[in-house]
T-cell receptor, first 109, second 115 residues
Framework: GQNIDQPTEMTATEGAIVQINCTYQ??????LFWYQQHAGEAPTFLSY??LDGLEEKGRFSSFLSRSKGYSYLLLKELQMKDSASYLC??????????WGAGTKLIIKP | GAVVSQHPSWVICKSGTSVKIECRSL??????MFWYRQFPKQSLMLMAT?????????EQGVEKDKFLINHASLTLSTLTVTSAHPEDSSFYIC???????????FGPGTRLTVL
């Protein structure tokens, strides 16, 4: 079956770095998304990776290894506003989204 | 974990026709369901929020007469795109939330193409 795994919750300190991992098993693969979702709000697009490697966008970077079925989202210089849920979602061969359950990131001062 | 399904997965229709998309929570009761629209590599745009047994709340700019939402049961919500036009072509995603829970569970999406 198709599956996405990511940690349920992580805690980090303001100013630090945190890496949120995501592993996936899908029927075919057409890319992987990361979204940020604050409570009560719609998910915000962070990144889309379809090729292996690291893509950097300011404080956020996303990495993909297709051979390992693995991705991570790296957040640097953490700010309190980064407290949110981070959703990993993969596109399968039919371009259907397979969603992870989300990782709740708690930032402490 | 909780599963949300959508049907159909993809649909192609002619301009002027109406299309119904179903969103089902398979193993939990969804008191609230959300409908989103996604354009390529962009954030999910919330279209409306529906609570079981009551009228949907639409976001600003979303035409409620064009996008009809029915949340008739605790496991099913439907979105009907009426008189579809090519600009309605998009990826429509639903999500569902259990009563008083924080977590939303997302469906796999429905790709609509209007010719």
């Amino acid at each position: 079956g198709q599956n996405i795994d990511q940690p349920t919750e992580m805690t980090a300190t303001e100013g630090a770095i945190v890496q949120i991992n995501c592993t996936y098993q899908t029927s075919g693969f057409n890319g992987l998304f990361w979204y940020q979702q604050h409570a009560g709000e719609a998910p915000t697009f962070l990144s889309y990776n379809v090729l292996d490697g690291l893509e950097e966008k300011g404080r956020f970077s996303s990495f993909l290894s297709r051979s390992k079925g693995y991705s991570y989202l790296l957040l640097k210089e953490l700010q309190m506003k980064d407290s949110a849920s981070y959703l990993c979602a993969a596109l399968d061969s039919n371009y259907q989204l397979i969603w992870g359950a989300g990782t709740k990131l708690i930032i402490k001062p | 974990g909780a599963v949300v399904s959508q049907h159909p997965s993809w649909v192609i229709c002619k301009s002027g026709t109406s299309v119904k998309i179903e969103c089902r929570s398979l193993d939990f009761q969804a008191t609230t369901m959300f409908w989103y629209r996604q354009f390529p590599k962009q954030s999910l745009m919330l279209m409306a929020t529906s609570n079981e047994g009551s009228k949907a709340t639409y976001e600003q700019g979303v035409e409620k007469d064009k996008f009809l939402i029915n949340h008739a049961s605790l496991t099913l919500s439907t979105l009907t795109v009426t008189s579809a036009h090519p600009e309605d072509s998009s990826f429509y995603i639903c999500s569902a939330r259990e009563r008083e829970a924080d977590t939303q569970y997302f469906g796999p999406g429905t790709r609509l193409t209007v010719l």
